[in-house]
């Protein structure tokens, strides 16, 4: 898959990347020759007891020398800095067409989304000569996207996001590896980018099931778990609406007031006798053990997803949920899908998990 | 050499009645007398004893890590057990071995004696210094015996404050100790250079050594501090759970990395400044040549500790910071290598028209110079932005960065200790292993390194235990590599111990050097000096204006009249 000296150029920044190598190894090659030549050179030729002249130099030749070489590095380097940094300035943005992809990274996956809600664990296809913009986000740690191919890497941050952008010149299957030391099985969170012809990549993306996004997933298990049942408005039994109460304060009973935020929703549905809503019967049972932590989440996605009033809007024909979370630090980044608050999930448990 | 009128105005050692026990190694042997010392020389010893069995528990811990990568796939180690190891490695080989040895050995053995004073400015600061470093490094070797940390040397958060169920705390309470140590050395080698020169020892007259050791003492007091107050931050969030780095409670995890950095990239000058300094020296004696544009070396020794500190932001060119940020990082990086291209260039103009030797120091620093250079020029690569982008956080930059600490750093360790060693002890060692540990030394590292360049550039990420088959040949070699450079560490352990229960009595100048350090006995008295020293001239006086040179004899470590 790669040369034995050379890494497989497959990217229109690796070629610009690789000019810039090359050109930095021609340098120091013959700077190191220079130096070692040098060294041998004076190391033989003024060896102790040789014969060689060993008359002092002028002090105005040392000044020379000395000023000569220099201004030389100094005017080589900075060369070579504006070279790479202009390299650096024009490949900075993605183009406007760019197909877009959302990643979360976690430990120990890459999981990669596109905005049908088509969705991929540590596999990305890619059309070949498309711009792909990736917008990248965390789950817990710090992680780095690295495709040796392209040479491309941008850290994935939790609770922040990042982007790149990549166009793939060459079809073929390429190493997406994790380069930021993120726990245990760091060296284990392998993916691979596949690159396919355009056509190809058409049928291969017509073939992906259109996924749920977790607000989505949440809204159904809020009907099959029986949630709605006494959630829901109109509901028989009394229990308090949920609409519009993510990231406010709850009253509780004892004049206490909570914030109904990812960690209080979990309580609630795990251990709901603790903190009752102010005016409200603890009639609800416990769901321990009978929702996983993937369900939790996707329901605690739901709920943000009712945001405030209007709590969902559907955009006919599109499956899209927008939330009008109020604001907060949450807004500077945005869900990778939309509308669903990935980013506030708890990690799961486990060992690594938060304590 | 005559008794009276000595250009130096010390009375020679040689002509002194020496029926008293003068050496300061004699001068009390209890455990006590050692262990309660304000002598600057007893106190590099017990630096020198404890950064040795640091050295060799990082060394044990990466012979390992080398062995796992000899093949893709863990076979000899667990995904959690690698973790602990090469952490282990990096924090004792960087805070425990690295950033103490040559300060804290030579520096402190030295700068004394080259500026013609007895002790340091402050002696029991000194051995509180070594009491905070001994410290440290006991807590973080407590961490490892307990269960081990995995967070690798850099702490990255949020993964050391959140998600490590490791002994992350101790670890860093070790590291933060040590750091008391770093500050109080620089302290005192900043007071000692101030206050304690002797009568004619201007400052541009010092020996570069000691140049060195005062950058790096800046260094360590402007630095150090803000690694400490980082540490503490993580200490602060792991125990009280403050939110300072927790991305998920609003605390920025990239802040950690500025301020580690800020500490950290200096740092890796506080690792090569003291190797510059011993260079300097070596290679100026071994070449019989006063040092090449002696007033440009100061000033680029100088101008290296100034940039280093405004070149943290290369090491976080992929975390999405402001490309115009990365920008100034990337030009300040270039401008740092400068300095250091201009030392390169003055030690290779000090071997013109020299008489140069190949003892077994001159051996080192020669290696040095190569490795350093080779060291120093990928550095250019990671100051390039976009081929930064490709090999940060791979092999490459594992390459690159012990090319510049280990190859030259640890090279222009063992050149020191090889050189003062008769000082230091009063014993010669056997010159035949010394070379041929010097050349095995070169050899096994550069197998050892280079491959990892170009597995590297492949893409071989670091804090891997298993990686992609492609990239096996590389590691192969490298591992090879390791187990050479790991019998060429174990032979001087070996013949310098045997040299000190076996080994000849050493001259008072084995290498007809010009150095103040010289000037006395080997080893020197606990007062240092036999009379007090007055400085007449610039240091480096091998090869006066004029005159021919006159030391023509090779000058092997030879038995001297001393007892």
Redesign the interface.
């Known amino acids: ?7 497989e150029t497959a990217s229109l ?1 690796a070629v ?2 690789d000019r ?2 090359l050109g ?1 190894t021609i ?2 090659a013959l ?2 020759a220079l ?2 030549g ?2 041998l050179v ?2 033989i030729r ?4 040789s014969k ?6 002028p002090e105005i030749v ?1 000044r020379e ?2 000023i000569g ?2 201004a030389a ?2 005017f080589l ?2 060369f ?2 504006w070279w ?2 202009s ?3 024009g ?2 943005s993605a183009p406007p067409n760019a197909i877009e992809v959302h990643v979360v990274a976690k ?1 120990w996956m890459w999981k990669t989304q596109r905005s049908n809600g088509a969705r991929e664990i540590n596999e990305l296809h890619v059309p070949v000569n498309a711009p792909v913009k990736l917008i990248m986000t965390s789950q ?3 992680h ?1 996207f ?1 495709v ?2 392209f ?5 994935v ?4 996001q ?2 790149a952008w990549f166009q793939a010149t060459k079809t073929g299957t390429f ?1 997406l ?12 969170m392998l993916g691979r980018v596949i690159v396919m012809e355009p056509e190809a990549y058409a049928s291969w993306l017509s073939a992906q099931p259109e996924g749920d996004d977790l607000a989505h997933q949440g809204e159904r298990l809020f009907a099959e778990r029986g949630c709605a049942g006494c959630h829901a408005p109109g509901s028989r039994v009394h229990a308090p609406s949920l609409a519009g109460i993510w990231e406010r304060p709850v009253p509780l009973a004892g004049g206490r007031f909570a914030t109904a935020d990812a960690g209080y929703i979990r309580d609630s549905i795990l251990q709901p006798g603790r903190d009752v809503v102010a005016g409200y019967a603890p009639v609800m049972p416990s769901y321990a053990g009978l929702l996983d932590d993937g369900e939790i989440q996707a329901l605690t996605a739901y709920i943000r997803a009712l945001g405030s009033e209007p709590a969902v809007v559907r955009v006919p024909g599109a499956p899209e949920v927008r939330s009008n979370v109020p604001g907060g ?1 949450r807004e500077r980044s945005p869900a990778m899908v939309p509308g669903a608050p990935v980013l506030d999930v708890p ?1 799961p448990a486990g ?5 | 050499m005559s008794t009276t009128a000595s250009p130096t105005g010390l009375a020679d050692p040689d002509e002194l009645d020496l029926g008293l026990p003068v050496s300061y190694l004699a001068d009390g042997h209890s455990v006590r007398s050692w262990l309660l010392t304000t002598d600057h020389k007893r106190i590099a010893i017990l630096y020198a004893v404890t950064i040795t069995v640091f050295f060799f528990i990082g060394g044990a811990a990466a012979t390992l890590v080398r062995l796992e990568l000899a093949t893709p796939e863990a076979d000899v180690l667990r995904a959690d057990t690698y973790n602990k190891l090469f952490t282990l490695h990096g924090v004792v080989m960087v805070w425990f071995f690295l950033i103490p040895s040559i300060p804290n050995t030579l520096g402190n053995f030295l700068v004394p004696l080259m500026i013609g004073a007895r002790d340091v400015a402050f002696p029991k600061l000194n051995l509180v210094s070594w009491y905070l470093n001994l410290g440290g490094g006991l807590l973080a070797v407590a961490a490892l015996i307990l269960g081990g940390v995995d967070t690798g040397w850099t702490f990255y958060v949020p993964y050391s404050t959140v998600f490590s169920n490791t002994w992350v705390s101790l670890t860093v309470l070790g590291v933060f100790t040590t750091g008391f140590s770093s500050i109080a050395t620089g302290v005192n080698f900043i007071g000692t250079i101030h206050l304690l020169r002797a009568p004619g020892m201007t400052w541009f007259r010092l020996p570069l050594f000691v140049w060195a050791m005062y950058t790096t003492s800046l260094m360590f007091v402007l630095a150090t501090p803000v690694l400490a107050v980082t540490l503490l931050l993580v200490l602060a969030e792991r125990t009280f759970g403050l939110p300072i780095f927790d991305p998920a409670r609003g605390g920025d995890p990239i802040l950690f990395q500025h301020l580690f950095w800020f500490y950290s990239h200096p740092a890796v000058y506080i690792m090569v400044l003291p190797a510059m300094g011993v260079v300097s020296e070596l290679i100026t004696c071994f070449a019989r040549r006063k040092v090449f544009g002696y007033t440009f070396m100061v000033y680029a020794l100088v101008a290296i500790a100034v940039i280093g500190f405004f070149t943290w932001g290369h090491h976080m060119f992929t975390s999405g910071m402001s490309p115009y940020a990365a920008l100034v990082f990337s030009f300040l990086s270039f401008i740092v290598a400068v300095p250091s291209a201009i030392k390169v260039f003055n030690w290779t103009g000090t071997l013109y028209r020299g008489q140069v030797g190949f003892e077994s120091p001159m051996l080192y620093a020669l290696g040095f110079v190569g490795l350093f250079t080779l060291g120093g020029l990928t550095g250019l690569f990671l100051a390039s932005i976009p081929v930064d982008v490709h090999v940060q956080d791979t092999y490459f930059v594992v390459a690159h960065f012990h090319y510049i600490m280990v190859g030259a750093s640890v090279s222009a360790y063992f050149g020191g200790l090889h050189f003062w060693w008769p000082k230091i002890t009063g014993r010669t060692y056997p010159e035949t292993w010394a070379r041929f540990a010097a050349i095995l030394m070169f050899f096994g590292f550069n197998l050892t390194f280079f491959p990892q360049f170009i597995a590297g550039y492949l893409g071989m990420p670091r804090r891997y235990h298993v990686y992609p088959p492609e990239f096996q040949i590389w590691n192969v070699l490298s591992s090879a590599g390791a187990a050479v450079l790991a019998v060429a560490y174990l032979m001087p352990l070996g013949y310098l111990t045997w040299s000190l229960l076996f080994g000849e009595r050493a001259t008072n100048n084995p290498w007809d050097a010009s150095g103040l350090e010289w000037r006395t006995t080997s080893p020197p008295p606990r007062q240092n000096f036999f009379g007090s020293p007055r400085i007449q001239g610039g240091p480096y006086n091998y090869h006066p204006e004029g005159v021919a040179p006159v030391h023509d004899q090779p000058r092997l470590p030879s038995r001297g009249s001393l007892t």
């Open positions: 898959m790669t040369g034995l000296l050379v890494p920044q610009l990347t810039i190598f930095l340098t120091s700077i190191l130096v070692v040098l060294v004076f190391s003024y060896r102790r007891g060689a002249n060993r008359h002092p130099l040392s020398f000395e070489w220099t590095t100094i380097f900075v070579v800095f790479a940094a390299a650096q300035i490949a900075y430990q817990d740690v710090i780095s690295f040796p191919a040479r491309l890497k941008r850290d941050l939790p609770d922040q990042t982007e190493h590896l994790c380069t930021e030391y993120c726990g245990t099985d760091h060296a284990r630090v990690a060992p690594g998990s938060r304590p």
